[in-house]
């Protein structure tokens, strides 16, 4: 069997094929935000989000949840990694989501979670510690629907995609019930129209008064799509409240790397500190590096290239330690650090070069060793 991974390069995904057993990547971003942060663009951007306030110590969340002045509130521990509800803390404590009505039990969580390690099935084994929680006002859900924004090749420009069905994999959905699967092609230069926006909220089932306010909020989501270079916004749950509000109650947003010199203040947030310190070592000098776990250090420029290199590697009997891409234009600096990194780490014990001439000339290898 094999499995899919992702690898982001620019704007572009490559999907690569690679057997389990030869690498075990985990899917990264270039730009990471805390759900905490992502929200707070939504809201700064008129979509709709529950209340909530952010803190790093067990006295800031039990002032944040008087302040909140909720019937019920939700304290989320702040990690990258999913499956938090499941994790278990270094502290003891099990679980890195939980409802309170109690604003005293919420600084008696946090005092758990703050300054442990959380460990889910996303994380290393040892778990990630956690700096900050949120602390949001929790808003009962009646009824959940998907909605996505992203960049679509096939149709040379932003796709609007949603399903009544929310809540679960958006993937199983469109495997068992394709038909629930709605699209909308959205022209860039006239942007979404008024009748695609009530479309899309009538096929997702929102009705009589929901049905403008729902589209009201799908406007916005392309709004903010636009404005902060997105390659995706994806909504799920984008459901409704009993009390009839249509909230985005948890969002994936996917940026692209090209446009950080225009979008400077949200670059500035990425969350670097559960990256691997030689990973961020390697983003300063624009290296995509991953370590791996095996003993042979693949130096490669393109991540085609890098990722094929892993497989022969694999296929040949050994194990690559890391996932190493120079990029095209790669300067001689640039070689000389990625060097220092390789022969930085332990575990390797043999390197293996593979460039494409036409990208990078042999004599810059030969200059910098």
């Known amino acids: 069997p094999s499995s899919n991974v992702v690898c982001e390069r620019g704007n572009l995904l490559h999907h690569i094929m690679i057997v389990p057993r030869a690498v075990q990547l985990t899917p990264r971003r270039w730009l990471n935000l805390q759900e905490y942060q992502s929200k707070k663009l939504m809201s700064d951007n008129g979509v709709k989000v529950q209340r909530f306030f952010v803190a790093d110590s067990a006295n800031e969340a039990l002032e944040a949840a008087k302040r909140l002045n909720a019937k019920e509130i939700v304290l989320k521990a702040q990690i990258l990694a999913g499956g938090r509800g499941k994790g278990v803390f270094s502290s003891g404590l099990k679980g890195g989501v939980h409802l309170t009505k109690d604003p005293q039990v919420v600084g008696q969580l946090a005092k758990q979670m703050i300054g442990y390690n959380l460990a889910t099935k996303q994380t290393p084994k040892e778990g990630v510690k956690v700096n900050k929680v949120m602390v949001a006002e929790a808003l009962d859900i009646s009824r959940e629907t998907y909605l996505a924004i992203l960049m679509d090749r096939s149709c040379n420009g932003p796709v609007l995609v949603g399903s009544p069905q929310g809540g ?33 909220a009538e096929n997702l089932g929102f009705l009589g008064p929901l049905k403008n306010q729902a589209a009201d909020q799908i406007k916005k989501l392309y709004n903010l799509f636009l404005k902060i270079d997105a390659t995706q916004v994806e909504v799920n749950p984008f459901g409704e409240t009993p009390g009839g509000q249509v909230v985005c109650f948890d969002a994936k947003i996917n940026f692209d790397d090209n446009a950080e010199f225009r979008q400077k203040d949200i670059f500035a947030m990425d969350d670097k500190s559960e990256n691997e310190p030689i990973e961020n070592e390697a983003a300063k000098y624009d290296l995509k590096y991953i370590g791996l776990d095996g003993n042979i250090a693949c130096f490669v420029n393109g991540a085609g290239l890098a990722m094929a290199t892993c497989d022969i590697i694999f296929l040949n009997g050994g194990k690559p330690a890391n996932f190493l891409d120079l990029g095209g234009g790669v300067k001689e600096a640039q070689v000389y650090q990625a060097f220092k990194l390789l022969t930085a780490d332990p575990k390797v014990t043999c390197r293996s070069r593979n460039t494409w001439v036409p990208e990078y000339r042999t004599q810059k290898c030969a200059l910098e060793v």
């Open 168 to 200: 679960v994999d958006i993937e199983e959905v469109a495997a068992s019930n394709p038909e629930l699967i709605f699209k909308e092609e959205i022209d860039i230069i006239e942007g979404i129209k008024d009748s695609q926006a009530q479309r899309m």
